[in-house]
């Protein structure tokens, strides 16, 4: 099966704004969403407690923005996501929340130039699977890693794959009991197949590995439950 094309998912997501918009629910699709929101703001905060400037990757409509604020206000924002309806969402829900700079930029990640040493903490929640082959994936982590100031944290939450088929079987089949359990079974089979249509997921040894390869010299697991983890890693030389 041929995966959705870059202009074929920005479609579904300009048309999903209100569902990334609930800072109590967060995606509901998404195993502990709100556990995970919380977690990872509150870990960002704390590894980089001084922190001026956040680029949030796939920002959709400003969640995880949203919860860093609430620990490091004031905070120079930059967002950036395929879908202009989700930006503009975030940017309205955001402006409110900081006097920093705020910036919203629409794009695909593997395509634009995210400098060197800007960003104190990058977010990049729910956007990663949707990379492609391996070189995809090391180019966007290494362009992640070039884009982080000394000490700063890369901050990761997503769907994530398996490399024992044995436990992804068993792990997909606890995830289809979760989504009919949450709805019904039509919403079990309509998340399945938008998943197989859209996303290439990596495990998450592979991405810590991968994070280690480009240049994070400590890496960290924060959450994991069934196909969902939340991770991350500090760029040296910060102290």
Request: contains cysteine; negative net charge.
């Amino acid at each position: 099966m041929s995966k959705s094309t870059v202009d074929e998912i920005r479609a579904r997501f300009d048309a999903d704004v209100e569902r990334f918009s609930n800072l109590e629910t967060g995606q509901s699709a998404t195993v502990d969403a709100p556990y995970v929101l919380d977690l990872i703001a509150e870990t960002a905060a704390a590894a980089t407690p001084n922190a001026c400037a956040v680029l949030d990757v796939g920002c959709g409509a400003g969640n995880y923005t949203l919860k860093l604020l609430e620990r490091l206000p004031n905070l120079d924002c930059t967002l950036f996501d395929l879908s202009r309806p989700m930006l503009d969402r975030a940017v309205a829900r955001i402006a409110p929340k900081t006097s920093g700079r705020l910036e919203a930029i629409q794009g695909d990640i593997r395509e634009v130039d995210l400098g060197s040493e800007r960003f104190d903490i990058i977010l990049a929640a729910a956007v990663l699977h949707h990379l492609r082959s391996d070189e995809e994936w090391e180019a966007v982590f290494a362009k992640f890693h070039r884009a982080l100031k000394p000490g700063g944290g890369l901050w990761v939450s997503d769907l994530v794959a398996h490399d024992v088929p044995a436990v992804g079987d068993a792990v997909w089949r606890r995830y289809g009991e979760h989504l009919a359990a949450l709805r019904d079974e039509p919403y079990r089979e309509e998340v399945f197949a938008y998943i197989e249509r859209e996303d290439t997921p990596r495990s998450l040894p592979y991405q810590l590995g991968l994070m280690r390869r480009v240049g994070f010299d400590r890496v960290d697991v924060l959450h994991k439950r069934l196909c969902f983890a939340a991770f991350g890693g500090i760029r040296s030389g910060g102290g």
